[in-house]
């Protein structure tokens, strides 16, 4: 009996010792040394300064300048990467009647003083829900084209300059295949931010 403690013990410190400790840092090291950007959070940084990761969405809701910013998908946190999840409303659900409707309500009025034309039907779903982890970094291409006329009349910019921005800073589908492509919002506002001054 004795001796299959010393070998239960034994084989608790090796497996603590390789899996617990050598493992994920062999792992880590392996990420710095071939990814060290997306290692470290794909952090995006302008003049020497961190403004947010390029994984992960955020609010650009920074008084009467918000504005002039492409604004990303709503999130159920806050944009909160800490405790990321999504409104958990079912199409059956009453609430979600009343919790949408009010969300399109507010998108139209933000966006109709600048798109005289835009229509209920118009509005793409991602303008007014969720994503499953509420820190989606992307908006679908129709979402940015309807809010790339306020952003040009806020800005003072051309339609033609924004919607080029929004073509250059548009991610496509994973290897071709998967997904929808999507404009990445932090990236299109720091080239927005670069084009004004």
């Known amino acids: 009996m004795r001796r299959d403690l010393v070998t239960a013990a034994l084989a608790v ?7 617990g400790l ?8 392996v990420g710095q040394v071939a990814f060290p950007g997306k290692a470290g959070g794909s952090l995006v940084r302008v003049d020497g300064r961190v403004v947010g990761s390029s994984l ?12 002039a910013y492409v604004q990303s998908r709503p999130s159920q946190t806050g944009y909160d990467a800490a405790g990321t999840f999504f409104s958990n409303r079912g199409p059956n659900q009453a609430s979600a009647v009343v919790f949408y409707r009010d969300r399109l309500g507010r998108y139209l009025a933000r966006e109709r003083r600048y798109d005289p034309g835009l229509t209920r039907a118009a509005v793409p779903i991602d303008a007014v829900t969720t994503s499953a982890s509420g820190v989606d970094p992307h908006i679908s291409r129709a979402n940015a084209a309807i809010q ?6 806020v800005r003072g910019l051309p339609l033609a300059r924004v919607d080029a921005l929004i073509a250059r800073h548009t991610d496509g589908r994973f290897a071709g295949l998967l997904g929808e492509p999507g404009v990445n919002v932090l ?6 931010d670069k084009e004004s001054r």
């Open 22 to 29: 050598a493992y994920p840092f062999g792992v880590w090291a």
């Open 13 to 19: 410190v090796v497996f603590t010792l390789l899996l």
């Open 187 to 192: 990236a299109l506002n720091i080239a927005l």
């Open 148 to 153: 790339a006329h306020r952003v040009a009349a």
């Open 56 to 67: 992960l969405g955020q609010g650009f809701s920074r008084g009467r300048r918000a504005l």
